[in-house]
């Protein structure tokens, strides 16, 4: 895939245009960040429905699967494999999933070993998802090379799928019993899309230069800062994850 998995970079206006929405984003997470006085967590679902976002997330995989299937051969018919451009990325951030991994684990373990390993689990996760939904919002249409006879329809067919795992991930969160919303995630939240903003200056281009990388790989670490702080809520109570845990009996299964 990443033979295919390159994209145009923003160029004269459209990439200050992207810049200002990217800093309105930030400044609409700051704000709420500010506002945002006591942790806020939402309410956790049954079984069944832990259940049925389970199942949803893994056909939302499968589909995905099978979707990249169909638009790799498409590309394959039109385009010859080449050289797949350098990927400095994937390192950090399978670092990025372990340490949030560990970090969650440890975190959790007042409230049982069952419940801090699902959290660990979800919290690795959805962390990456953090990053790669808005990512994906802007790069998905000028990905190249375009796929014939109809672009568009392969774009979707790759990232319809893509944003339903995306978004089925961050469900997920709900499922733990230590996620709650703190103003420290909105105001993380806020610094990536500030980086974010930079990054579209020099055209949010693939990261295989200097500035694109550095910008890339500040952009994920803040991130998984911000999937950090929701499962360390700023004023959130050991004592308390203690009696939510054993009163709701830890992870649903």
Not at 14 to 20: E, T
Not at 30 to 37: C, N, P
Not at 116 to 144: E, N, Q, W
Request: charged residues 10%.
């Amino acid at each position: 895939m990443t033979a295919y998995g390159t994209w145009v970079s923003y160029s004269g206006a459209a990439r200050i245009w992207l810049a200002i929405l990217l800093l309105a984003v930030a400044g609409g997470l700051t704000y709420t960040g500010t506002r945002l006085r006591l942790p806020l967590r939402a309410r956790r679902p049954g079984k069944a429905a832990a259940v049925f976002m389970l199942v949803a997330w893994v056909l939302a995989i499968a589909t995905f699967l099978i979707c990249t299937v169909v638009y790799v051969e498409q590309a394959r018919q039109d385009y010859p494999i080449g050289t797949p451009p350098t990927d400095p990325i994937t390192i950090v951030t399978l670092a990025a999933v372990v340490a949030t991994f560990a970090i969650v684990n440890e975190m959790g373990q007042p409230l049982g070993q069952r419940a801090a390993l699902g959290s660990a689990v979800i919290g690795a996760l959805s962390a990456p998802m953090i990053f790669v939904l808005p990512f994906d919002l802007i790069v998905m249409a000028r990905t190249y090379p375009p796929i014939p006879p109809h672009p568009a329809l392969y774009r979707a067919l790759f990232f319809l799928p893509l944003f339903t795992i995306e978004i089925t991930t961050l469900g997920l969160l709900t499922l733990s019993p230590m996620v709650a919303l703190s103003k420290r995630t909105p105001l993380a939240l806020a610094a990536m899309f500030v980086v974010f903003a930079i990054w579209a200056l020099f055209g949010f281009a693939y990261p295989s230069a200097p500035i694109p990388i550095a910008l890339n790989v500040l952009s994920k670490v803040l991130a998984f800062a911000a999937a950090a702080t929701l499962f360390a809520p700023e004023g959130f109570d050991v004592g308390s994850l203690l009696a939510r845990g054993r009163g709701e009996g830890g992870m649903p299964t």
